[in-house]
C-alpha cells in the first residue's frame, strides 16, 4: 500500500496537471486539505482539479470569504482557512455543515486546524524549494493513511506521469514521484523495525 509519494512541479501549469490528475480518483464525500505557506501554489492546484471536475467557470482564492462552491461533475467545495487564528472561529462559521457528504471538499489551510480534519482524508503539502535558482519549482507531497486512499493516489500517481509525459512532448523524465512510504520519517512508529 503506498502511503506517500513526493513530486517536483517546476511551473503553474504542471501544479494545475496534478490537480487535474486527482479528479478521475475521487467521488462525493471526498476531503482534501492542502497545505502550505502563501503562494506555495495551493489555489493552483485547486484550479487543475476544479477544471478536470468539469467547473466552467474561474477558479479563484476563497482566502477573504473563506468559502467558494462550484459546480462540476459534483458540487465542490473550496474553502480557505489559512487566516483562521483558532478553532473557536472555525466552529463559529460552521465548519462541520461545509463537509457536505454529496460534495468534494478541498481545504486550503495552515496548520492550526488538524484536529477538525476527517479522519479520512487526502493530505496535499505545497513547498517552495530552498534552491534560490528554482523559483517556480514546487515539491509536493501527498499523504493517506487508508486503504481507499491508498488506490486514489496510487491512479493519481498513473494519470500524472501520462500528462506530464504529454506536456513534455513525449519527454519521459522517467520516475518523477518518490515513493516516501518506506522512508523512515514516515514509517509508522508502532510497527517496529522489521
Ligand atoms: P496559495 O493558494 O498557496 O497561497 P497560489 O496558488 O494562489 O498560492 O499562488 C501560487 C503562485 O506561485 C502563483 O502566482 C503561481 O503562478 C506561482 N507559481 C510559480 N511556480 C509554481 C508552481 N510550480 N506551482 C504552483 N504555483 C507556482
Ligand atoms: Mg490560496
Redesign the pocket.
Known amino acids: 500500500m503506498i502511503r506517500s509519494v513526493r513530486v517536483v512541479?517546476?511551473?503553474?501549469e504542471?501544479?494545475r496537471i496534478l490537480g487535474a490528475s486527482l479528479a478521475p480518483a475521487l467521488l462525493p464525500g471526498d476531503v482534501i486539505a492542502i497545505s502550505?505557506?502563501?503562494?506555495?501554489?495551493?489555489?493552483?492546484?485547486v484550479q487543475g482539479l476544479a477544471t478536470a471536475l468539469g467547473v466552467q467557470t474561474r477558479v479563484t482564492?476563497p482566502?477573504f470569504t473563506i468559502v467558494h462552491e462550484y459546480e462540476g461533475r459534483y458540487p465542490i467545495i473550496h474553502l480557505?482557512i489559512?487566516r483562521l487564528n483558532s478553532f473557536q472561529e472555525l466552529l463559529d462559521l460552521g465548519f462541520e455543515e461545509f463537509l457536505d457528504p454529496k460534495a468534494i471538499v478541498v481545504l486550503?489551510w495552515g496548520e492550526a486546524v488538524e484536529p477538525l480534519l476527517p479522519r479520512s482524508h487526502m493530505r496535499i503539502e505545497?513547498r517552495r524549494s530552498d534552491d534560490l535558482d528554482a523559483?517556480?519549482?514546487?515539491i509536493v507531497t501527498f499523504r493517506v493513511t487508508r486503504e481507499d486512499w491508498s488506490r486514489k493516489l496510487f491512479e493519481m500517481r498513473e494519470t500524472a506521469e501520462t500528462l506530464l509525459d504529454a506536456m513534455s512532448e513525449g519527454q519521459s523524465e522517467g520516475n518523477r514521484f518518490e515513493d516516501l512510504s518506506q522512508s523512515r520519517e514516515h514509517r509508522d512508529p508502532r510497527a517496529g523495525e522489521s
Not at 9 to 12: E, Q, V
Not at 36 to 45: M, N, S, Y
Open positions: 512541479t517546476h511551473s503553474p504542471e501544479t502550505g505557506d502563501l503562494g506555495a501554489g495551493k489555489t493552483v492546484f482564492s482566502a480557505d489559512y486550503e505545497l523559483d517556480d519549482d514546487r
